[in-house]
């Protein structure tokens, strides 16, 4: 096996309803993702007091999306709304950070 089956087959595994992946629906398009929202969500401090930040980045197969979106446009994920902050392409997979203020 070369080096390319072998990231074809760990993201086989990885973007797999069975596994890791789930459902979303992503700006109108149902598509597997992974969604991490492990990251470090924290209160915003630096302008606004008692405002809530959270951050989720997103793992999708790469070409499962119609387009990426643009960094600062709006994402909709099962109808709740984040800012996209970064778009990464690495692998085979697109790579989103999104970003959700509440106060």
Avoid at 85 to 97: A, C, K, P, S
Wanted: aromatic fraction near 8%.
């Amino acid at each position: 096996m070369n080096l390319k089956q072998t990231f074809k087959k760990d993201l086989d595994t990885f973007i797999n309803d069975g596994e890791f992946a789930d459902y979303w629906t992503i700006n109108g398009k149902s598509v597997k993702a992974v969604i991490d929202n492990s990251v470090v969500n924290t209160f915003e401090k630096a302008q606004i007091q008692g405002v809530f930040k959270a951050t989720a980045v997103v793992y999708i197969r790469q070409g499962d999306l119609n387009s990426l979106p643009l960094v600062n446009s709006t994402v909709t994920i099962n109808k709740l709304h984040y800012i996209c902050r970064d778009v990464q392409v690495e692998q085979g997979v697109d790579i989103l950070t999104l970003e959700q203020m509440d106060q």
